[in-house]
């Protein structure tokens, strides 16, 4: 195509040009947004864990984790025994429950633990035992203060329990009303026992 | 340069606001994990690696085993069993209470409702906590992996890709060394279909001597050592089924809470 017949045609309009106007941004967006922020803050609530260190996968809240402890269950009940028991007694009783010479008698196989009543058996670290006491035919003679006075009433049960069927010990578990009976038949602040006035006690 | 301050502005913003989510908070969230106790013991989790097992951890490392292993656990769901221990006093009663009970797979709440109603007819229950997930089926654990199985990890060899299986608990699924020792000289040996190469040079080849070792491994045929060759284990290989062997989440500790099997 020669210049001549190009400029002998009519000159094109030319091309509309873009032009920047100011506008508001629509009302719309500007509120989905805030709702949108708003369920994402609610699911984070709800399913974050707030970033709590032991918070992981299933669980979505430190309080849900809290809910599936395994608790229940006499299995849990004597692993509670056995904690308490390892805190209180088990320093002069030992952890394996033979007790220690000078110290504490044994409790594993010893008579005054695995009697079929526990009555006697929950005196001892509810008052205390000034003094002799035989046990499997063997004089001990020292003192124990009563240890689990300040024990919560099911806590005291489960490390009776505890000891009552563990290291071959096979005698009834022991509940929290069971203590709390025996507790509320005590004074505030019961004298320890002798020896003697232990034995005598019914089983 | 007019846009100098932003374009610092924004490296600032950009590294330092990588630093404080990737670095910082872990390390404030997750750094002073320590030891903890297993749940309704007195015991400690997870126990302190010694010896060989300590030193397996770069062998491990050093043999690139963390591009295809993993040593992470996935759970993605939790359920509730109520189990009856003790039918009681009225176990007709009981009996009837059952028939109509779902008792396994139940949330927290509709758990403690159904143990609610079968110790109100008199029986006694106990409350299982059992933790879900693929993973858990394939048998690779027993719960998901919690911060404080790496606590004694340096580096933590977590993996991203599973090409072979998870061993975070590798220890108690296969706790016989010679299986490992066998596993490693010959993959295939222990198991038929497996894509794991072959780690010869962890072992020597050695001519049998006046009597033979005491550590050969007993090859089966066709992985056998030619006549008059045994195959006896490095240190490395020692080190490293050691560490392997070291590998064993499968406690229940807060973070991770399940009810453990009953001890016989």
Not at chain 1, 8 to 29: F, G, H, R, Y
Not at chain 1, 54 to 67: N, R
Request: charge should be negative; proline fraction near 8%.
């Amino acid at each position: 195509m020669s210049d001549e017949i190009k400029s002998s045609l009519p000159t094109p309009p030319p091309d509309p040009q873009p032009e920047a106007v100011q506008s508001n941004l629509p009302i719309w967006i500007v509120v989905l947004t805030l709702i949108l922020i708003f369920i994402g803050g609610l699911y984070f609530d709800q399913h974050g864990g707030w970033f709590q260190a032991q918070v992981y996968g299933p669980y979505a809240s430190a309080d849900q984790l809290e809910l599936y402890q395994p608790k229940s269950g006499a299995a849990a009940a004597l692993a509670h025994g056995k904690v308490v028991y390892e805190q209180v007694c088990g320093l002069c009783h030992g952890v394996d429950g033979l007790g220690k010479p000078g110290q504490a008698p044994p409790l594993a196989g010893s008579e005054w633990v695995t009697s079929a009543g526990f009555n006697r058996l929950a005196h001892v670290p509810l008052v205390g035992v000034n003094g002799g006491i035989k046990v499997q035919g063997k004089d001990w003679n020292m003192a124990m203060a009563a240890m689990g006075a300040a024990l919560p009433d099911a806590d005291l049960a489960s490390v009776l329990t505890y000891i009552r069927s563990s290291w071959g010990n096979k005698a009834s578990e022991v509940t929290g009303e069971d203590i709390h009976k025996i507790r509320s038949t005590l004074g505030a602040h019961p004298a320890p026992m002798s020896g003697d006035q232990m034995a005598a006690m019914p089983e | 340069m007019k846009t100098g301050l932003p374009v610092i502005f924004a490296v600032v913003l950009g590294l330092g606001g990588s630093t404080v989510g990737f670095v910082l908070a872990p390390a404030v969230q997750l750094g002073g994990v320590k030891q903890t106790t297993v749940l309704n013991s007195t015991d400690l989790y997870p126990p302190q690696r010694i010896g060989d097992a300590t030193l397996g951890l770069q062998v491990y490392r050093a043999n690139g085993c963390a591009a295809c292993h993993t040593e992470q656990v996935r759970q993605e769901g939790v359920a509730c069993d109520v189990v009856l221990t003790s039918a009681g006093k009225n176990p007709q009663a009981v009996s009837n209470l059952l028939a109509t009970l779902t008792m396994t797979h139940l949330t927290k709440e509709a758990a403690d409702t159904v143990a609610d109603q079968l110790t109100a007819a008199g029986g006694k229950v106990e409350t299982h906590i059992v933790p879900v997930g693929v993973d858990l089926d394939r048998g690779w654990g027993v719960r998901h992996s919690v911060a404080e199985d790496y606590v004694y990890d340096y580096p933590v060899q977590l993996g991203n890709l599973r090409a072979g299986p998870d061993l975070a608990n590798i220890g108690v699924r296969s706790p016989d060394s010679n299986w490992h020792l066998l596993h490693l000289y010959a993959p295939a040996s222990a198991v038929s279909n497996s894509k794991m190469p072959s780690f010869k040079y962890l072992f020597n080849l050695q001519k049998v001597g006046a009597s033979p070792s005491p550590d050969a491994l007993s090859l089966p045929s066709g992985f056998a050592a030619p006549a008059g060759y045994e195959v006896v284990p490095t240190t490395e290989a020692r080190q490293l089924v050691a560490y392997l062997l070291s590998l064993r989440a499968n406690q229940p500790v807060y973070d991770a809470p399940f009810t453990p099997p009953a001890k016989p």
